[in-house]
């Protein structure tokens, strides 16, 4: 059963536009949460990340909104860019008291693509 | 440069031929952890390290050992590849305390 679920597989925008990608989650336990970027042939890496005590967080075009109520995320790239076009994850965490965490739970990914 | 290294880069091999994917990083990170990456399911722990001789499974350990006598180095070992290991894998490793990983390039496998 996937904790962490990108109902999306692919979207498209235009350049200059907005590109809203998805992510669900099921684990109420989840207290933090990621994106990172993959380009073909390169691991993924880092883009922005939210604590559950936020619901809001903001770099440069890049925009992390997190509903805890929905157990819902979506990261907002504004204006969206060709070099934007990749694969996004999303990833959740539960942070142990001792301030360490627990294993990172990935989505499927949704491969975005922006026309130019 | 800080960066997690991983070689081979592709591999194609037999069905029950034992395999090994180095996984090394210069970062000092106690963490260290191996994913693949399959269609439609995104990334999936296979096994992680939270520091030197401490191993644990992750989400799909079966088929696959590690072991972590140093903390720079996290191998992967295939003991009796089989087709259904054919996947693209990727070490990451963190500090214990942080929350997001530094991935490596990544190594395509493919069991014939």
């Known amino acids: 059963d996937q904790q962490v679920k990108q109902n999306s597989p692919s979207l498209s925008v235009q350049e200059g536009r907005i590109s809203i990608l998805n992510c669900d989650y099921t684990n109420s336990m989840f207290d933090y949460f990621l994106w990172y970027k993959k380009y073909p042939a390169e691991g993924p890496t880092f883009l922005i990340s939210i604590s559950s005590i936020k619901d809001k967080n903001e770099d440069g075009r890049f925009t992390v909104f997190l509903n805890k109520s929905a157990k819902h995320l979506s990261l907002h790239i504004v204006p969206s860019q060709p070099g934007d076009s990749a694969v996004y994850f999303c990833?959740?965490?539960?942070?142990?008291?001792?301030?360490?965490?627990?294993?990172?739970?990935f989505g499927s990914g949704t491969q975005l693509t922006v026309l130019p | 440069e800080a960066q997690v290294t991983q070689n081979p880069r592709y591999l194609i091999t037999v069905t029950g031929k034992k395999l090994t994917v180095t996984c090394s990083q210069n970062m000092n990170h106690e963490y260290m952890s191996w994913y693949r990456q399959d269609p439609g399911l995104g990334l999936r722990q296979i096994y992680y390290s939270m520091n030197v001789e401490v191993t644990d499974k992750g989400d799909v350990p079966e088929g696959y050992k590690v072991s972590r006598k140093e903390k720079r180095n996290f191998p992967l070992i295939l003991e009796s590849p089989s087709p259904n290991q054919t996947s693209l894998y990727f070490c990451a490793s963190r500090r214990n305390v942080d929350y997001g990983y530094t991935f490596g390039s990544g190594t395509r496998l493919t069991v014939v």
């Open positions: 990833a959740a965490l539960v942070v142990i008291s001792s301030g360490s965490a627990r294993q990172l739970t």
